[in-house]
């Protein structure tokens, strides 16, 4: 079974085979931790948004994605620190509110890129805090749901070994270890 850990860190430069982005539907890579992977990726932004899109439309045939889909791309630059795969999911968009329809959808945008991690054959993974950030969802319950779905998914995992959470300030981090009632 994997393990779950909360680190603090920048998710850009994490050492795991597959990192997730918390993107927005049309992978516009505008902002926050998107802006930040696109960035280090590709050098260019707009570079990357081009790589996304085309993902987008091979991968789904569409170019929007709803919450449970995700779409792969290239690491490029972030090869230099082995991470191999930038897997993009969506998260709600809360707005400071949380209810279960919210929960739900991360829930999706959690399960859908673990999923995609096993098909990978990826044996590490590492998170952002999906829409803690600009999207507004409270911290405590995103920090909450991925320990939740995480447990949930431990059943079928096979080659994934180690799910990372990470937080990118040091009182987000503090936070979350909180939630989970570690040290
Ligand atoms: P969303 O729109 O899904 O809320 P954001 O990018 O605004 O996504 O924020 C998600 C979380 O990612 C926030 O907690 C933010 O602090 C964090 N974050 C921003 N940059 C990084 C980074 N380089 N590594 C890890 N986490 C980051």
Not at 125 to 150: D, K, M, N
Request: glycine share 10%; with cysteine.
């Amino acid at each position: 079974m994997p393990s779950f850990e909360i680190v603090r860190g920048d998710v850009t430069r994490f050492p795991a085979e597959a990192i997730v982005n918390a993107a927005n539907r049309y992978l516009e890579h505008g902002g926050g931790v998107a802006y930040a992977i696109a960035r280090a990726a590709a050098g260019d932004v707009s570079e990357y948004i081009r790589i996304s899109k085309e993902a987008m439309r091979e991968q789904l045939g569409k170019d929007y994605i709803d919450h449970g889909e995700v779409v792969v791309t290239p690491a490029l630059r972030l090869e230099k620190h082995g991470i191999r795969w930038v897997i993009h999911t969506v998260g709600p968009y809360c707005g400071g509110r949380w209810d279960e329809d919210k929960k739900e959808k991360l829930r999706r945008a959690i399960l859908g890129a673990l999923k995609k991690a096993e098909e990978l054959g990826v044996k590490t993974i590492a998170f952002p805090a999906i829409s803690a950030g600009i999207y507004g969802c409270p911290l405590e319950e995103v920090v909450r749901t991925f320990a939740e779905v995480v447990r949930e998914f431990e059943k079928e995992a096979r080659s994934l070994e180690r799910i990372y959470l990470v937080l990118y300030s040091e009182r987000d981090y503090g936070r979350a270890v909180e939630v989970l009632g570690g040290g």
